[in-house]
């Protein structure tokens, strides 16, 4: 009887074990379907930029003389730092993101990202100013970078319909 009641609990186990994975890896799947690597995308190309911004700064300062920060498929003469952004981060601001408060109408080729800008940095610690908007799509970051040097970036969040300060 002892043993019989031993293998009806380990049954009930290895049932219970077995339910248990089967939920877990129903909820896996539904969260891995939601998942938006996009966001991730967006994320790591504003740490991206803004790692070479840094960068820039601190090697204008060592050698004295201007550097620039390329982005994207930006080109230009002499030494400049070069930012590779991922497949999926596309230049621009699709249009049914609306401009962040208080911002006006950017040109033609800030929308529609023709324009790659190529920052430049001087050994003061200033730049010259620009700004510039990558999406994924659905989320999008400005990026608007001060004469004084100062990087600040916003995203659209689709979720909330607004724009943060990151």
Do not use: Y
Not at 41 to 69: C, K, P, Y
Not at 74 to 91: P, T
Request: contains cysteine; positive net charge.
């Amino acid at each position: 009887m002892l043993q019989s009641r031993r293998a009806s609990q380990l049954g009930a186990s290895l049932l219970d074990l077995t339910v248990s994975m089967a939920v877990a890896a129903a909820v896996t799947m539904v969260c891995l379907a939601q998942w938006d690597s996009g966001s991730l995308d967006l994320s790591m190309a504003h740490q991206e930029i803004r790692g070479s911004l840094e960068q820039a700064f601190s090697l204008a300062w060592a050698r004295g003389t201007n550097v620039t920060v390329a982005l994207g498929q930006a080109s230009g003469e002499g030494e400049h730092l070069r930012v590779q952004l991922s497949r999926r981060v596309k230049w621009g601001k699709p249009a049914h993101i609306p401009l962040p408060p208080g911002m006006d109408t950017p040109t033609v080729a800030t929308r529609t990202g023709e324009a790659h800008p190529i920052l430049t940095v001087t050994p003061r610690h200033t730049a010259l100013a620009s700004t510039w908007f990558l999406n994924d799509g659905r989320e999008a970051l400005c990026m608007r970078l001060s004469g004084q040097g100062k990087l600040q970036v916003l995203r659209w969040h689709r979720d909330r319909q607004k724009w943060t300060r990151v």
